[in-house]
């Protein structure tokens, strides 16, 4: 069977409609285009984000159902608290994001990463460009892990998280969730589940429902203090 998609035009930035992305395989809605802080802008508001590998074309999704943490229902295990208490790793947010990305990336498999270099420098760039955050985790002076995604408004847009230490990414996301919530966030996009995701507390929402939220939320900016560098406290 022959399927359609979509190449993206050089000359703009716009997308299909998401509700065109097929179903098999799940999500995928176009392809071509380039990394342009524009065009990610423009991708991320639609609930639309790039994922390909090394030598395939830029491939651009819209999956469903979506994976997503509500940051208000989100709760540590008791575990994970027990465990931050004997070993208090410092987190921050914005003091370290190329160097996250580029963690990242190298923690992974060539054969096995999305985050080409290509991806690295298109999400350092946005980064530059105040679009894009990231979470770090430290052990003393050293960089152990932490996560980094992209910011439409009210939602925050996970793009990958890294742990070279016991629990890092968790800690990361404890810490961001009721950094989000207490400055306003309302919802943070993980794309698509997996166990690690669901083992955290992720839950799926139909594409429908998260489009609804995603449009209801994207156009309310966040406090600048949110993303401020700084480090953050548990109170």
Sequence with gaps: MTLYLPELSSSNTLFPDPSLALTEPNGLLAF?????????????KQGIFPWYGVAEPILWWSPSPRAVFLPHTYKPSKSLVKFHKKHQYRVSINRATEQLIELCASTRPDEETWITDEMLIAY??????????SVEVWDQDQLIGGLYGVSVGQVFCGESMVSI????????LWHFCLHFMQHGGRLIDCQIMNPHLASLGAIELPKETF?????????????ETCYEPQYLSMT
């Design 165 to 172: 230490k016991t629990n890092a990414s968790k800690v990361a």
């Design 211 to 223: 489009h609804e939220h995603l449009l209801a939320y994207r156009d309310t900016e966040m406090p």
């Design 124 to 133: 350092q760039t946005l980064a530059k460009a105040g679009h894009c955050h």
């Design 32 to 44: 071509g285009g380039d990394l342009s802080v524009a065009r990610l802008r423009n991708a991320y």
